[in-house]
């Protein structure tokens, strides 16, 4: 309890009581006396005075913090917070902010006299009334209460320690409701507060700044000059009197100044760029100096600076000396005893690793990385060492490397294998010099992890081996050989099914690997595998018919066998049946039609990365494989394949194709001389890949559809390949899929949306990509996207803030008919049961077939304590962001400008300006809308020149603008040019309205 300035002798004589019991029903007893006679004076005709309130209160506080129920005393609380005695308004506080919920009916008595202390002009008040917003602060608080703490916290009256509780309090509110905090007046106040001469107040305004910054990055911009100068202050000072811990000058607030300026790009400012250099290079230096105290507070402290200024160092990226320097010192303390350095500096390697100034520096303590991966003990650590090796790999060091991960990944623990498995898979595909040592490492991978294998590992190992025609009979070869092993993971089996049954004919010619030796192989491990893997040699045996057809009659004896034909599984009795009857009735001709040779496979994205990307943890960056590889596009990005869905398969709806970490380049590829992390699916199949059925397999075939490879994500179905004989018609008939139940319902019409429920929407069309859609004080509605090209994928996450389960939630997307055509939506349903306190999130998947004007809509129904609720919103799903900036110079751009001439191609509108017309806030809504700001285009240095292009699935928009602002009158003038019709009065309206 706190120290309340007087004894509160019965409060004493009370906990004594509470001590002394012997026993749960005697505590009991004396708390129900003591709660009998607390309520009984509070309903007796005396009046109590402050002093009798206060203590009772504590009684029934403590009495609640032993764990009983207290259903009263809040309004004698609530009294106490009137007092004008310290330790009485003390105590109220107490109470209130432990045991008084929002919804409570005194909350507003509450808010109103924390309201009258905010007022007062006793500073000890105020704090006491800070402390409890901060404590207990909700949006109710923050609306009522949000103009009066920046009003005390900017004050020039204000003293130092109230400030500092304001700053927190202010801090408190933002995380409550942001949106009431984002203005241009108050962000200039705020930053001003880094130049206080109190380092208390500029500490406490550095922690609300930072939160403010990650909101409006451009608001704050100014903040940058004033830190790099507090900054530079704290670390040539010697004395700081009281902010001098263990001989290091202010070390949180440095640490929170370093942080803040990661949050922009390098100052443009060479005076404020130099003066921040001075003290990075200070601070550097001061981490070889001996030690001023051998205490660990001391090394604590300054270590803590060393690394956030060497995170600051890595996040500019442009000092070589800086990061070769950085990438020194930590060298030192991958052989420090304490294992937090040793972490902490395995783990700023792996960002320098990524650096071309810095990583040729790091590759100097390879060495001592895999000592530390082989005789590190601390599990953590070893995982920060194999981050490292995967960042700092290349090709030349590729095959050592591996190697090296190969060995460890026998004695790894469970936890990282898979994650490990991922990363030496990449590190082969990615740097493999000689594509038969990257087949061998595969499948080395799956005879020493074989559980830990994910299913992208060994599609792409076969996907590799359709495109190289160079490597296709050592791989059928070397998986035959691994096949015949003692033990033989099931992957391997699957690998095995799928490379014989294309290539298995490469290696007939031997009589140790004949026709009827890799069957029998093969089926000697049916009765040992799963259903799924099942599925595989079944398609397997039907394709080696075409391969062998002298071993056509042990095959059909196998696929005739009542084990297949009645078996429980239905898809292995249809497959034995139809195979079974394909190989009967079609001609040889016709067979070897339906089960030619898989294609080899076009360009996608890497689904290997983005499996890697969803496990690990770390911030290692995709490093471009142009270091001595000539086989890279012209963006850097490196061409892969993409795998051809059967005709009437729809995309799976787990691919995440938004998380995908490298561009398509725009060039053309020659797969045949690509390297191997490009052959790449975009997100890894949905299913198990199977030797291909192509040519003339029909489309409504419930199983042939499966034997194609996975599906493409981002590729829409193919066309049905015509029947090639009526016979197959016959024998493979039957009727289109139906609905998926699992998507979520996707509706042409007009329904009303309640744009009053959402007032911030606005600010999803240029800056933002994640936030709130929507909350009440039953349920919370954030949403996270992302775009890549023509598709883009929206998370909404929908959180019950209630005390109940909602049931029967639904949802509903709806597409204005006008936009049907242009717009393509497909989104997974969610639980109708939302526990309270949970959150769930549903994926919307879209497609910008082409230009759409209205935004598509979600209508969400529930049902929360007997009553339904229903409410329609708009998703932040618009144009824009499906457009991308676009460079050219000042002749090209009015060269295209002139072209674009047409009535309907251009829109021009004259509005008022809704916020301040600053330049650089200007040129960043312009960014964040889509195009890319052209400096020194327009011969009118206050004009603003843009150039973008709106990526649709079957083409491409180009959009020019003109942006004239005039101050005087705070008016603007925009002028969209566009090579569509309509699409420039689309993007005027939009970005009109966020300007």
Known sequence: MPRT???????????????????????????????????????GDKQLDGYQKKKYVCKLLFIFLLGNDVDFGHMEAVDLLASNKYTEKQIGYLFISVMMHHSNDLYKLVIQAIKNDLSSKDPV????????????????????????????????????????????????????????????????????LLSDQHLGVVTSACSLIQALVTANTAEYKGCVSLAVSRLSRIVSSTDLKDYMYYFIAAPWLSVKLLRLLQSYS?????AVYERLKESLETILNRATDPPKSKKIQHTNAKNAVLFEAINLIIHYDSDAALMVR?????????????????????????????????????????????????????????????????????????????????????????????????????????????????????????????????????????????????????????????????????????????????????????????????????????????????????????????????????????LGNDNQLRNSDAEIQQRAMEYTKLSQIASSDLLATVLEEMPQFTERESSLLAKLKKKSNTLVKEKDTADGDNTSTQNGSSPVIEERAPPSRPPPPDVNLV??????SSAPVDV???????????????????????????????????????????????????????SLLDMFGG?????????????????????????NFKAFICSR???????????????????????????????????????????????????????????????????????????????????????????????AAGTAHNMVLRLPLLVNKFCKGTGMGAQDFFMRWKNLNLPAQECQKVFKAGKPMDNDLVKGKVQGFGFQVLDGVDPKPDNLVGAGIIVCEGSQIGCLLRLEPSKPAQMYRMTVRSSREGVPELLVNLLSQDL
Not at 17 to 22: E, G, S, T, V
Not at 735 to 759: S, W
Not at 773 to 796: D, R
Not at 834 to 846: D, H, L, R, W
Request: with cysteine; aromatic share 6%.
């Open 769 to 863: 990509n994640n936030g709130i859609l929507f909350e009440n004080e039953i349920i919370q509605i954030g949403v996270k996207s992302e775009f890549t090209g023509f598709e883009g994928k929206l998370q909404v996450f929908y959180g019950n803030k209630s005390p109940l389960p909602l049931q029967g939630f639904n949802t509903t997307l709806y597409i204005s008919p006008k936009d049907q055509p242009s717009l393509r939506l497909e989104g997974q349903k969610v639980s109708q049961l939302i526990s309270a306190g949970a959150q769930i999130p549903q994926t919307i998947k879209a497609t910008a077939v082409s230009a759409f004007g209205e935004t598509p809509l979600i209508q969400i129904s529930f049902s």
């Open 266 to 270: 390098q100052p443009t400012d060479s």
């Open 735 to 759: 009727a289109p899929p139906a609905t998926d139940p699992t998507k979520v319902q996707v509706v042409t019409g007009l329904i009303e949306c309640n744009e009053a429920a959402q007032p």
């Open 5 to 43: 300035g007087d004894s509160m002798r019965g409060l004493a004589v009370f906990i004594a009581d509470i001590r002394n019991c012997k026993s749960r029903e005697q505590e009991k007893k004396r708390i129900n006396k003591e709660l009998a006679n607390i309520r009984s004076k509070f309903k």
């Open 672 to 726: 045949g001389g690509s390297s191997l992390l490009d052959l790449e699916s975009p997100s890894g199949p949905a299913e198990v890949p199977e030797p291909a059925l192509e040519s003339g397999t029909p489309e409504d075939s419930p199983v042939l559809n499966n034997y194609s490879a996975p599906p493409a994500a981002t590729a829409p179905p193919e066309p049905a390949a015509p029947a090639a004989e009526p």
């Open 326 to 558: 950085s990438c020194n010192l930590l060298g030192g303390f991958l052989n420090s005893k304490e294992t937090n350095l040793r972490y902490l500096a395995l783990e700023s390697l792996t960002k320098l690793a990524v650096s071309d100034f810095s990583r040729k520096a790091v590759m100097k303590h390879q060495e001592t990385v895999v000592q530390a991966l082989k005789n590190e003990r601390d599990l953590s650590v070893r995982q920060r060492a194999v981050d490292l090796l995967y960042a700092m790999c290349d090709r030349d060091q590729a095959e050592e490397i591996v190697g090296e991960l190969l060995a460890y990944l026998e004695k790894a623990d469970y936890s990282i294998r898979e994650e490990l498995v991922l990363k030496i898979a990449i590190l082969a595909e990615k740097f493999a010099q000689d594509y038969k040592w990257y087949v061998d490492v595969v499948l080395n991978l799956i005879r020493i992890a074989g559980d830990y294998i994910a299913d992208e590992v060994w599609y792409r190992v076969t996907q590799i081996v359709i495109n190289r025609d160079d490597i296709q009979a050592y791989a059928a070869k070397t998986v035959f050989e691994a096949l015949q092993a003692p033990t033989c993971h099931e992957n391997m089996v699957k690998v095995g099914a799928y490379i014989l049954g294309e290539f298995g004919n490469l290696i007939a010619g031997d009589e140790r690997s004949g026709p009827i030796v890799q069957f029998k192989l093969l089926h000697s491990m049916f009765h040992l595998c799963s259903n799924q893997t099942k599925y595989i040699l079944l398609s397997t045996y039907i394709k080696l018919i075409n391969l062998f057809p002298e071993i056509k009659g042990d095959i059909e004896e196998v």
């Open 659 to 664: 998380e995908l970490s490298v561009e398509l």
């Open 125 to 192: 008040h105020i704090c006491l009334a800070l402390t409890c917003i901060a404590n207990i602060g909700t949006p109710e608080m923050a609306e009522e209460i949000g103009d009066e703490v920046p009003k005390i916290l900017t004050s020039p009256d204000t003293l130092h320690g109230v400030k500092k509780c304001a700053a927190l309090c202010l801090l408190r509110l933002f995380e409550l409701k942001s949106d009431k905090f984002i203005h241009a007046e108050l962000s200039s106040r705020l930053i001003a």
